[in-house]
């Protein structure tokens, strides 16, 4: 059990760092945002596995991570410029993390990786497709005999080099079950309100970030009516703020069922010139949204 309860906690940190948290050793996932007042949608089929590997000093842990997304964006609007290359972006991301034990309440990780994203309509890998990140974070858990984690800490600092900003972003999560049927959950980039109905059943209240960068191969004017606009679209980003209900399913002893549905409270999706600064807003209209899928989870 306890074996068990520590390749969840470097799970967790490690996943925080990819804006999900997730404790789960796979994944499959479909996602699905109609965009109001639009004829565009937003489809994302996603795959990810992680497989921590035991060093030989004790609670020290190796966790490469593999992880594919296939982003079908159904782009309908009538524009200026030419939508037919912009409907299709996929993503590679590998990871690599090292965790070690500090001592009995505290461990410290750090994780590097590189992504390849781009909607490819040259057929092969430019420099600007690949995107760097980083994360070093800090864990305090206090456990006892009644729950799995009556509390649990997390500090640390990522970045990556699709922000635009040339520094580290913060990462703070505090978790407290407070109750056999309820616990919460507050920090960055996720927080929620979670009840138990029993070892198999459980929903929950949240606010999560959500989202997408890619580069696009072949820059274009968004604008071409305007003459002499140096400023073209390289790349497209989708930053979500999310808001809904969940409901998870304990189909066997580690695989689960789960979905999610809501409504947008930040629904921004933009072209960025070289610099990351927005040239064209494709649509920012609040939305209803729906993801679901299953995972394989060591709990």
Known sequence: MMHKRLIFLILLGFSINSFCQSTDLARLEYTYFPQKNSDNSFRRSRAQVAFPISLKKEGSYLIP????????????????????????????????????????????GAQGGVKIASNFDRGDILKDDLIYTGAVFFIKIKEDDRYYEPWRLILGLQY??????????????????????????????????????????????????????????????????????????????????????????????????????????????????VDRNDVYTINDTNTFYVRSGLKFTIL
Do not use: C
């Not at 009538?78 to 037919?84: A, Q, R, S």
């Not at 979670?194 to 059943?201: A, E, L, N, P, V």
């Not at 002499?228 to 189909?251: P, V």
């Open 65 to 108: 991570g593999l992880e594919y997304r296939n982003v079908h964006f159904k782009y309908d609007d009538p524009e200026l410029f030419n939508t037919g290359d912009l409907d299709r972006f996929q993503s590679f991301t590998a990871t690599l993390g090292y965790t070690f034990k500090m001592d009995e309440i505290w461990r410290f």
């Open 160 to 273: 990556s080099t699709t922000t635009g900003f040339p520094f580290p972003l913060p990462i703070v999560n505090y978790y407290k079950r407070w109750d056999e049927k309820w616990s919460y959950m507050l920090g960055t980039p996720k927080s929620n309100l979670k009840y138990y109905f029993d070892d198999r059943h459980e929903a929950q209240f949240f606010v999560t970030l959500d989202g997408f960068f890619s580069n696009v191969q072949n820059n274009f004017d968004t604008t071409p009516e305007i003459e002499n606009n140096d400023k073209l679209a390289e790349s497209m980003s989708m930053t979500i703020l999310l808001s809904g209900l969940g409901y998870e399913f304990m189909l066997t002893e580690h695989l689960k069922f789960y979905l999610y549905g809501g409504h947008t409270l930040i629904n921004d999706i933009r072209f960025r010139d």
